[in-house]
């Protein structure tokens, strides 16, 4: 599970706090700047994966394929019983993020050596209020 928000944190718990899921960012010009989003992911182990450690990398690409924003490291699965699952949440704030121009944009999350995980969106033109 990958998304978008407006906003997300993690509480004490372990609880995923998300407000504001979107897909679309309305600017009036180019460039413009979107002042605060947050990119959250959940991953999910199993008893397989218990105190394993997989590479994650997190990159944002434009529709021509540029790199706007990249992050690498590593989560270490938990200890999981048998036949049991275990959750982790990673929360990137990202504030100040500039677009060049509308287009479609994606955040691809890569861990270990599973399938690459994309999270589409649009930065769009909005008409100027009258």
Not at 77 to 100: K, M, Y
């Amino acid at each position: 599970m990958a998304f978008l928000a407006d906003e997300a944190n993690i509480s004490q718990e372990g609880k995923l706090n998300v407000l504001g899921i979107f897909d679309r960012i309305g600017a009036v010009e180019f460039p413009t700047v979107h002042p605060r989003m947050v990119f959250a992911f959940r991953v999910h182990a199993e008893y397989a994966d218990s105190e394993r450690t997989f590479p994650v990398r997190v990159h944002l690409e434009d529709e021509d394929g540029g790199v706007m924003f990249e992050a690498n490291g590593e989560i270490v699965a938990p200890e999981v019983s048998p036949g049991e699952f275990s959750t982790a949440n990673q929360v990137f704030n990202l504030v100040g993020v500039q677009f060049g121009h509308p287009g479609n944009y994606k955040f691809v999350l890569h861990i270990g050596d599973l399938d690459a995980h994309e999270t589409p969106f649009v930065v769009a033109v909005t008409p100027a209020e009258l």
